[in-house]
């Protein structure tokens, strides 16, 4: 089994909560790393402060609403840098708002992906998401 290092920038607890456990269910040894909101996220991928040991992420599910810089600005910063670039990005948010969709395509992300509202739903998708970047998809190094 491969190993998978995720990071999850998300400051939901309970939505913290179901993506691990959805995570838990999955055929790939995942590690998962939690920023709870912007400035914590650019700090892990800039290996700055406390993070300055960790392993660059293989995956980066992004919320759009997260305190200090939002998701947009994350996103942008992570794409505008010939590193951080190549790690695919995935906007997990509730919004289904046109112009969060919009921006986040002109950022570059990876993919977006509405939360389901309903649980079960919600850990389905999950591991949808883990199924097609982790297992078929070919991730850079």
Not at 2 to 26: H, Q
Not at 30 to 36: G, L, M, P, Y
Not at 78 to 102: A, F, R
Not at 125 to 139: A, G, Y
């Amino acid at each position: 089994m491969k190993l998978a290092n995720i990071l999850l920038v998300e400051d939901n607890e309970g939505d913290i909560l179901l993506t691990r456990e959805a995570f838990d269910e999955s055929k790939v040894i995942i590690d998962i790393n939690v920023a709870r909101n912007g400035q914590e996220a650019l700090d892990y991928l800039y290996k700055r402060g406390e993070y300055t040991e960790v392993k660059k992420p293989d995956l980066i599910l992004l919320d759009i609403n997260i305190p200090v810089f939002n998701g947009h600005e994350v996103l942008k910063k992570i794409k505008g840098d010939p590193i951080l670039k190549k790690i695919p990005v995935i906007m997990l948010t509730t919004s289904s708002n046109e112009k969060d969709i919009e921006k986040a395509y002109e950022n570059h992300t990876n993919s977006y992906v509405r939360k389901p509202l309903n649980m079960e739903d919600f850990l389905k998708v999950i591991l949808k998401i883990e199924e097609f970047w982790l297992q078929i998809n070919t991730l850079t190094k």
